[in-house]
């Protein structure tokens, strides 16, 4: 092989890592692989979990003990086809005791080890986007004993981070960046006179952005030197977007003219014939590129001129499981001096090699702890469903007597909830793909023809169309309806997916509607709520979770809350009409101001402030913008101590009673204002209750605050 491993045996308590390799005259490369030496059993029991068959390919014995993997423990001049099954089979046993993204790492396991065996990371730079298809990458770079940790609290991360290990170019827990930030990187190493390789893995839904396609727009027009493998698994969003498993968009062609197409020769006479032809120019030049173009035409797979427009050399469709290949082809690749963006376009199956993912309808996506002989998830049963679910059935009960109704999400059907809605409605339910600022726009259009879109996003992944909900929705007024699903702290997923910002940049638009549901009925409520506003944008954000066992309406089918059908007229901070909170519980001294979620931890908070015999009055705000204006006032008149708490970052809720009371004068007086938000650094991935617990924001948090404020801060102590 053009490319050597070798093993390099470390200290068990040490973790591995990718080491460097030392140059060489020669055309051969070595890159060393440190390994964790972990306890095998004998090589006969090996053959038995991961063997070779007599047709040549691979058997998998999938137990729920930890697989015999002994060319992936002591990687030297190993068979690669041997150390990708060892692999696989180490991801399936390591993700059935964690849970996680399981199918999307399965499907690059050769994809994956190609990459290490031929380019020199943290030299050579590797992007993976989506970041959930990393796993493979993690083990061959060190992080194998610590794969136990992933997603857990102060353990590794599901999605690459660079604070985690110098193999992690660049961080990706949304989609659709790898090429802008490779062209970055590209184009640095070419300003510092380096020679490296830049490569940039984008797939599993993610080239459906529109920033992938402006990064490849640029790319070619820079003409820089650097690898994009497009890994087209046949998903154009994500496997749960409907109820019957996900649509395959495109197909595979034939091996044998990739091989024409990646050919040494083939290239170096076209990159000769375009830089003689450039000195030439005139009709010559557009002569030899038409020739070029045709030439192409015939090697290629229908599709590749979108490419070739775009100014890359497309090289595919590539069997993304022949690792030999792929080898191959990385290799030629790689030794070709010519300059330019190339486009590598692999064909892989989502949940390769593992047969319970295979038959899955969602092809195991997304799991919990599962049994790794029959894939079957260890899903805990709760008396309530998630707050998705709940949404969805409102929806539907909205929908069923309203025909104008329509619902959008970007590739998340499963995630927002939006399959129950696609079944019963197939023609008003629609997925965009991973393209957050289109959905956006395309629901403002919808709403300019009269219809009501119900837009479904998660609200870190809103992020992403801001731009579009400011000028395209809320400048215009247009009745567009933003459900923000995983909003707050989402426990595994971590900073990448926390839904921290929401309330800050909804509320600060002019004309937009902002509300937070405290429990599952609320939710059901703001739907209808939200559906009843036909003459400004509106939004509600929800967490990630179950709901708490809140009685729900007749139906599913929730009522408007009060004000919702009338026109207001209203500045930023206060409305002539106000929308309603209330009041859950009636005490003295102190108010507890709770917004969406938090609401249930200001209600735990005075049952403990309750034992100590302080009643305090709870009260759930329900609106962030408008505010009900005149319950602040009331409860800025009756309290000593008004405390807003919300699991949203810096400016959000807080600042805009803040605001409301010093625009009215009430902060003149002897009032007590404290605000408690999250904190203003990212908090990393672990349990719910680790992250609630880190923020300051649980019931005992809130406890503690009111103990020091009345002056009881030994007290206060005790609680945390």
């Given at each position: 092989?053009?490319?050597?491993?070798?093993?390099?045996?470390?200290?068990?308590?040490?973790?591995?890592?990718?080491?460097?390799?030392?140059?060489?005259?020669?055309?051969?490369?070595?890159?060393?692989?440190?390994?964790?030496?972990?306890?095998?059993?004998?090589?006969?029991?090996?053959?038995?979990?991961?063997?070779?068959?007599?047709?040549?390919?691979?058997?998998?014995?999938?137990?729920?003990?930890?697989?015999?993997?002994?060319?992936?423990?002591?990687?030297?001049?190993?068979?690669?086809?041997?150390?990708?099954?060892?692999?696989?089979?180490?991801?399936?046993?390591?993700?059935?005791?964690?849970?996680?993204?399981?199918?999307?790492?399965?499907?690059?396991?050769?994809?994956?080890?190609?990459?290490?065996?031929?380019?020199?990371?943290?030299?050579?730079?590797?992007?993976?986007?989506?970041?959930?298809?990393?796993?493979?990458?993690?083990?061959?770079?060190?992080?194998?004993?610590?794969?136990?940790?992933?997603?857990?609290?102060?353990?590794?991360?599901?999605?690459?981070?660079?604070?985690?290990?110098?193999?992690?170019?660049?961080?990706?827990?949304?989609?659709?960046?790898?090429?802008?930030?490779?062209?970055?990187?590209?184009?640095?190493?070419?300003?510092?006179?380096?020679?490296?390789?830049?490569?940039?893995?984008?797939?599993?839904?993610?080239?459906?952005?529109?920033?992938?396609?402006?990064?490849?727009?640029?790319?070619?027009?820079?003409?820089?030197?650097?690898?994009?493998?497009?890994?087209?698994?046949?998903?154009?969003?994500?496997?749960?977007?409907?109820?019957?498993?996900?649509?395959?968009?495109?197909?595979?062609?034939?091996?044998?003219?990739?091989?024409?197409?990646?050919?040494?020769?083939?290239?170096?006479?076209?990159?000769?014939?375009?830089?003689?032809?450039?000195?030439?120019?005139?009709?010559?030049?557009?002569?030899?590129?038409?020739?070029?173009?045709?030439?192409?035409?015939?090697?290629?797979?229908?599709?590749?001129?979108?490419?070739?427009?775009?100014?890359?050399?497309?090289?595919?469709?590539?069997?993304?499981?022949?690792?030999?290949?792929?080898?191959?082809?990385?290799?030629?690749?790689?030794?070709?001096?010519?300059?330019?963006?190339?486009?590598?376009?692999?064909?892989?199956?989502?949940?390769?090699?593992?047969p319970p993912a295979e038959a899955a309808a969602d092809r195991m996506h997304g799991v919990v702890k599962f049994d790794p002989k029959s894939g079957q998830q260890f899903k805990s049963k709760s008396p309530t469903l998630p707050y998705t679910r709940y949404f969805a059935e409102s929806l539907i009960g909205e929908?069923?007597?309203?025909?104008?109704?329509?619902?959008?999400?970007?590739?998340?059907?499963?995630?927002?909830?939006?399959?129950?809605?696609?079944?019963?409605?197939?023609?008003?339910?629609?997925?965009?793909?991973?393209?957050?600022?289109?959905?956006?726009?395309?629901?403002?259009?919808?709403?300019?023809?009269?219809?009501?879109?119900?837009?479904?996003?998660?609200?870190?992944?809103?992020?992403?169309?801001?731009?579009?909900?400011?000028?395209?929705?809320?400048?215009?007024?247009?009745?567009?309806?933003?459900?923000?699903?995983?909003?707050?702290?989402?426990?595994?997923?971590?900073?990448?997916?926390?839904?921290?910002?929401?309330?800050?940049?909804?509320?600060?638009?002019?004309?937009?509607?902002?509300?937070?549901?405290?429990?599952?009925?609320?939710?059901?409520?703001?739907?209808?709520?939200?559906?009843?506003?036909?003459?400004r944008p509106s939004c509600f954000r929800f967490p990630r979770g179950n709901g708490i066992g809140a009685v729900l309406p007749p139906d599913n089918k929730g009522t408007p809350l009060e004000a919702a059908k009338l026109k207001i007229t209203c500045n930023v901070f206060y409305c002539s009409i106000d929308w309603k909170g209330r009041i859950l519980a009636e005490g003295h001294r102190v108010a507890l101001l709770g917004y969406g979620s938090m609401v249930q931890q200001c209600v735990e908070a005075a049952s403990i402030l309750?034992?100590?015999?302080?009643?305090?009055?709870?009260?759930?705000?329900?609106?962030?913008?408008?505010?009900?204006?005149?319950?602040?006032?009331?409860?800025?008149?009756?309290?000593?101590?008004?405390?807003?708490?919300?699991?949203?970052?810096?400016?959000?809720?807080?600042?805009?009673?803040?605001?409301?009371?010093?625009?009215?004068?009430?902060?003149?007086?002897?009032?007590?204002?404290?605000?408690?938000?999250?904190?203003?650094?990212?908090?990393?991935?672990?349990?719910?209750?680790?992250?609630?617990?880190?923020?300051?924001?649980?019931?005992?948090?809130?406890?503690?605050?009111?103990?020091?404020?009345?002056?009881?801060?030994?007290?206060?102590?005790?609680?945390?």
């Amino acid at each position: 092989m053009a490319v050597s491993v070798c093993v390099v045996r470390t200290n068990p308590s040490i973790s591995p890592c990718l080491k460097a390799p030392t140059p060489s005259l020669s055309s051969r490369k070595q890159s060393c692989l440190r390994a964790c030496a972990a306890n095998t059993s004998d090589g006969e029991e090996g053959n038995k979990m991961t063997r070779k068959e007599k047709d040549g390919g691979w058997k998998i014995e999938f137990t729920g003990e930890k697989p015999p993997t002994p060319l992936l423990d002591t990687i030297n001049y190993p068979d690669l086809e041997q150390l990708s099954a060892e692999l696989r089979a180490d991801i399936v046993q390591s993700v059935s005791k964690t849970g996680g993204h399981l199918s999307s790492s399965l499907g690059v396991v050769e994809l994956t080890v190609a990459l290490h065996h031929v380019f020199n990371t943290p030299e050579d730079k590797i992007i993976w986007d989506v970041g959930h298809q990393a796993y493979p990458h993690k083990i061959l770079t060190g992080r194998r004993s610590r794969m136990h940790t992933i997603r857990k609290t102060s353990g590794l991360a599901g999605f690459p981070k660079r604070e985690e290990s110098v193999h992690d170019a660049f961080g990706a827990g949304h989609s659709s960046t790898s090429i802008s930030a490779g062209l970055g990187m590209a184009v640095g190493r070419d300003l510092l006179g380096k020679t490296n390789s830049v490569v940039a893995v984008i797939g599993d839904g993610a080239m459906t952005a529109g920033q992938a396609y402006e990064a490849m727009n640029n790319a070619g027009y820079l003409d820089t030197n650097m690898i994009i493998i497009l890994n087209d698994n046949k998903q154009v969003s994500l496997p749960t977007a409907t109820l019957d498993g996900p649509a395959i968009p495109v197909g595979a062609l034939s091996r044998t003219l990739t091989k024409l197409q990646s050919s040494t020769k083939f290239r170096k006479l076209r990159e000769a014939a375009k830089s003689i032809t450039k000195q030439l120019g005139g009709q010559t030049f557009e002569v030899a590129a038409k020739v070029d173009e045709y030439a192409r035409g015939l090697l290629s797979a229908s599709g590749s001129t979108l490419f070739e427009e775009l100014g890359l050399y497309y090289i595919g469709p590539v069997d993304g499981h022949n690792v030999d290949d792929l080898v191959g082809i990385f290799q030629k690749v790689k030794a070709m001096p010519a300059p330019g963006p190339v486009l590598i376009h692999i064909v892989t199956e989502k949940g390769k090699g593992y047969p319970p993912a295979e038959a899955a309808a969602d092809r195991m996506h997304g799991v919990v702890k599962f049994d790794p002989k029959s894939g079957q998830q260890f899903k805990s049963k709760s008396p309530t469903l998630p707050y998705t679910r709940y949404f969805a059935e409102s929806l539907i009960g909205e929908a069923e007597v309203d025909d104008k109704i329509v619902a959008i999400h970007a590739a998340m059907g499963g995630g927002t909830g939006l399959n129950y809605f696609q079944k019963r409605f197939p023609d008003r339910c629609f997925d965009v793909g991973i393209a957050e600022q289109h959905a956006v726009t395309f629901a403002a259009g919808l709403a300019t023809e009269g219809l009501k879109p119900f837009c479904a996003i998660y609200s870190s992944f809103l992020q992403r169309g801001y731009d579009q909900v400011i000028h395209d929705v809320d400048l215009q007024k247009l009745p567009v309806r933003f459900a923000m699903d995983r909003a707050g702290l989402v426990g595994a997923d971590g900073p990448t997916h926390c839904g921290a910002f929401d309330i800050t940049y909804m509320a600060c638009l002019p004309n937009m509607v902002v509300m937070a549901p405290s429990d599952e009925a609320e939710l059901m409520h703001m739907v209808a709520t939200a559906a009843a506003i036909d003459d400004r944008p509106s939004c509600f954000r929800f967490p990630r979770g179950n709901g708490i066992g809140a009685v729900l309406p007749p139906d599913n089918k929730g009522t408007p809350l009060e004000a919702a059908k009338l026109k207001i007229t209203c500045n930023v901070f206060y409305c002539s009409i106000d929308w309603k909170g209330r009041i859950l519980a009636e005490g003295h001294r102190v108010a507890l101001l709770g917004y969406g979620s938090m609401v249930q931890q200001c209600v735990e908070a005075a049952s403990i402030l309750r034992s100590r015999n302080i009643f305090v009055t709870v009260v759930d705000a329900r609106f962030c913008k408008p505010l009900d204006g005149d319950l602040i006032r009331r409860l800025a008149k009756e309290h000593e101590i008004l405390i807003t708490v919300e699991e949203g970052s810096i400016g959000g809720f807080g600042s805009h009673v803040s605001h409301f009371l010093c625009l009215n004068g009430i902060m003149d007086g002897p009032l007590k204002l404290r605000a408690m938000v999250l904190p203003d650094r990212y908090i990393d991935h672990g349990s719910p209750e680790d992250q609630i617990q880190e923020a300051g924001l649980s019931s005992k948090h809130i406890s503690a605050t009111v103990l020091s404020l009345l002056g009881r801060q030994k007290e206060a102590l005790t609680l945390n």
